[in-house]
């Protein structure tokens, strides 16, 4: 029989899925540990004018689509008015099936607005008009989106040369949805090369009052503002990298290498690896001493297309997956740290779906029993946070290791609209739970299936980050 599109049993294909979803999953409330939203219209819990800007802004996925379509730049990134925007993507919506912006689409549609018809230019008008009106409404501010889809925590990304001062000490009153935590990204002072790292420097230097004249100051200005982000009830760190470095060096290589950069000339790529391998390890133990989780989003192919990104710089849509070496040097940084008893709690998230065993293997080296999966595979992340992806990732990680450990899903979004993410994955997983119960692969046993599932989706990720 023939199942209707996106109904109460969208994803979940037999009845042990359904129950396993509607009584262990469905009603958990949402902990997002990573993600790009923004703090200050979470504390001025900001209304938005239109759904366009609530949706469409700064969303490279949908960006992206639109320009395979034939869409042109200024219904993108351009000046053309928000309706007309809209109207472009509601015409390339149709033209999205089998890619996970059609699911994703059609459910924050229906989650947040209640809106069942597929969206098209037949409907974009009236869409767009019940939207609109339903966004405008107090219920539907950005602490209001965030409570319609019971997120009771979530952590935005921070540098350290950021304010934060939207974010709350601790002690202080949180904004109105739950709790929001800054989390540590350090990577401007981690790429040696970029040609603004001098200027990082000098700006890190006033705000910490730390004269960065050497690498072992930077550190200390780095120390400074990571107790500022313990202050705010900062738990996590997170790096975006091609991959971990860790070649062999010696202090006093560093310490050259870094006056050199300080000076402004330029850094070899033998210097520039040198310096990020030393600067990861003294992270790496900072983090450690904190209690702090430590996150790595590796192999991201960034900037490919130069004139574009010329035209309108990172973050726009113009990265893919990168195909670099991942498992020697990952390695040795892991186990560097964990030969002087200072690897932290650590989340490796891998881009490319060829690395799923090696990262899922990886983990097992150093999970040393001090701590319930002290090293996570973290969930589909990117170009894999979709249905195909996210089983990759969840059967590697079943195979080879315990999946039961398993802190489970986040956004990494820049959307309040994207929270349906989260539901999206619990019936994936509920899916793959029920089908092999339904093979006999698993015992019929329900209840404790069912916690598996309520700990995977809510209740690890809370003890992991003691919150």
């Known amino acids: 029989m023939k199942r209707s599109f996106l109904d109460d049993n969208f994803l979940l294909h037999s009845e042990t899925a359904e129950r396993l979803y509607f009584d262990y999953a469905k009603d958990l409330p949402i902990i997002d540990y990573h993600n790009h939203l923004s703090p200050q ?17 700064g969303d490279h996925y949908k960006w992206k689509a639109m320009r395979a379509s034939g869409v042109d730049e200024s219904y993108c990134t351009g000046d053309r008015s928000d309706v007309e925007k809209f109207e472009k993507w509601a015409e390339t919506v149709p033209y999205t099936l089998r890619n996970p912006l059609y699911h994703w689409t059609h459910l924050e549609l229906k989650r947040y607005f209640g809106v069942d018809e597929l969206l098209s230019p037949a409907t974009a008008a009236s869409i767009y008009r019940t939207c609109n009106e339903q966004l405008q409404t107090k219920d539907n501010s950005v602490n209001g989106l965030l409570q319609k889809m019971n997120v009771e925590l979530l952590c935005t990304t921070d540098d350290p040369l950021d304010s934060l001062e939207y974010h709350s000490s601790v002690g202080e009153e949180q904004p109105k949805f739950g709790t929001m935590l800054p989390a540590f990204r350090p990577d401007k002072f981690i790429f040696i090369q970029h040609q603004q790292f001098s200027d990082y420097l000098t700006k890190l230097g006033e705000l910490t009052d730390v004269e960065i004249n050497s690498y ?34 010696t202090t006093q290589e560093v310490a050259e290498i870094f006056q050199k950069a300080l000076s402004g000339k330029v850094i070899s790529p033998d210097e520039a690896s040198k310096y990020m391998s030393s600067i990861l390890l003294d992270l790496g133990k900072m983090y450690h001493q904190l209690g702090w989780v430590q996150q790595f989003h590796l192999g991201a192919q960034r900037n490919n297309n130069i004139r574009m990104m010329r035209t309108l710089g990172p973050d726009t849509g113009w990265d893919s997956i990168g195909d670099w ?17 200072r690897l932290a709690k650590t989340v ?6 060829s690395d799923n065993e090696v990262m899922a293997t990886m983990i097992g080296n150093f999970n040393d029993g001090s701590v319930k999966g002290k090293l996570q595979f973290g969930s589909g992340w990117w170009f894999l946070d979709q249905k195909d992806g996210m089983e990759k990732q969840i059967n590697a990680l079943s195979n080879m290791g315990l999946v039961s450990c398993f802190i489970g899903m986040l ?12 539901e999206y994955f619990r019936r994936i997983l509920c899916n793959i739970f029920g089908a092999e119960i339904d093979k006999g692969e698993l015992p019929n046993d329900l209840e404790w299936t069912g916690k598996i599932v309520s700990d995977i989706c809510y209740h690890n990720v809370k003890a992991y980050l003691q919150v």
């Open 41 to 57: 219209k979470i504390r001025t819990d900001d209304q938005f004018e239109n759904i366009t800007q609530a949706w469409l802004y």
């Open 216 to 249: 072992d100051q930077l550190l200390k200005a780095l120390e400074v503002r990571a107790a500022f982000f313990v202050s705010k009830g900062c738990k996590v760190s997170d790096h975006g990298l091609e991959y971990v470095c860790a070649d062999t060096f």
């Open 325 to 341: 070496s991942q498992a020697r040097s990952l390695s040795t940084y892991l186990a560097k740290l964990d030969e002087e008893n």
């Open 348 to 353: 490796i998230y891998n881009i490319n779906p």
């Open 411 to 422: 956004t990494d979004s820049r959307s309040f609209l994207s929270f349906p993410r989260h």
